[in-house]
């Protein structure tokens, strides 16, 4: 997938473009995917218009929403989804402050648009003044094809990214990934060297660098933990290890029949399924028998 970081673009091949933020890539955005994608002519590039940061980061710091993908993630969401080129654009005051009118004829004459397709409540341009009905009279004059989506629902709900972030704050990463698809929710980062407890105590265990995304609630999850292209049963711990003090947030994951040093190599977590919350015990001691019972979670030691 070939990534542009500005709304410009070299290749005369017509585009049909998917616009949007795409948090976490949930199933309504893949539906504007396979539109997109099935909207191409022989000839034609698939592309998708969204933005490095969230908008709310420049228009309202301090409250935009933690996210479910980091821009690493959502990217590799995009190429797997079949996208061909991507404008991964900053937003700032250059976009902010474009005319709904001068943004479309950006996307007609610098990007070669011959299709578009949107969710019904899109919005864009100076103060989102711009609507699909704007749109759709713009690109009618230009012979462009307009897709509208209305909103994917599961069970009378609208499913958005902002539905399934309050999931994964409660813990409920099950339902979240049952809203976005694909492989769900994951954890994924560098493994870096932590405090040596989990040696001690006999689970020892990855430290994740904690990426700048939206973590589930604390507590201990199983999980399935991917390193080097192979599956490994784990259990999880997020939280700030109330047990020896507290504090700095960490995420740590102890592998079943996994015998390898990793500092330094990147590690991946999904299907994190809650067990228990995080809690002080009166003696270590009651912790490492907790954490013996919290193997039953991944089927151990009758795994396999």
């Known amino acids: 997938m070939r990534i542009h970081h500005a709304l410009a673009r070299e290749s005369e091949r017509p585009l049909v473009l998917a616009i949007g933020f795409f948090d976490g890539l949930h199933r309504g955005h893949r539906e504007l995917a396979r539109k997109a994608l099935r909207l191409r002519r022989p000839g034609w590039r698939s592309g998708v218009l969204t933005f490095a940061n969230h908008p709310a980061m420049h228009l309202r710091p301090g409250t935009e929403p933690p996210l479910i993908s980091t821009p690493q993630e959502r990217l590799r969401l995009f190429a797997d989804a079949g996208f061909e080129e991507c404008f991964f654009v900053t937003f700032d005051d250059a976009i902010a402050m474009l005319s709904p009118q001068a943004f479309l004829t950006i996307l007609v004459e610098r990007l070669g648009v011959r299709g578009v397709v949107v969710g019904t409540t899109f919005r864009f341009g100076h103060r989102r003044e711009g609507d699909v009905e704007l749109m759709r009279s713009f690109f009618a004059q230009r012979g462009v094809q307009l897709i509208c989506i209305e909103p994917v629902r599961e069970d009378g709900e609208r499913i958005s990214s902002t539905r ?116 002080l015990f009166p003696e270590v001691g009651e912790l490492v028998e907790q954490m013996e019972r919290d193997l039953l979670a991944i089927g151990y030691p009758s795994y396999g």
């Open 164 to 279: 399934i972030r309050a999931f994964i704050s409660e813990g409920n990463v099950a339902r979240a990934d049952e809203l976005l698809g694909g492989t769900g929710y994951t954890i994924g980062g560098v493994v870096e060297v932590g405090a040596g407890r989990g040696h001690t105590l006999g689970f020892p265990t990855a430290n994740i660098a904690v990426p700048a995304k939206l973590l589930p609630a604390d507590g201990v999850y199983a999980a399935i933990a991917r390193y080097d292209g192979r599956d490994y049963p784990a259990l999880v711990s997020i939280g700030t290890n109330p047990q020896f003090g507290g504090g700095a947030r960490t995420v740590e994951a102890w592998l079943r029949d996994f015998q390898h040093t990793i500092y330094g190599h990147e590690l991946s977590l999904r299907e994190l399924r809650y067990v228990r919350e995080q809690r």
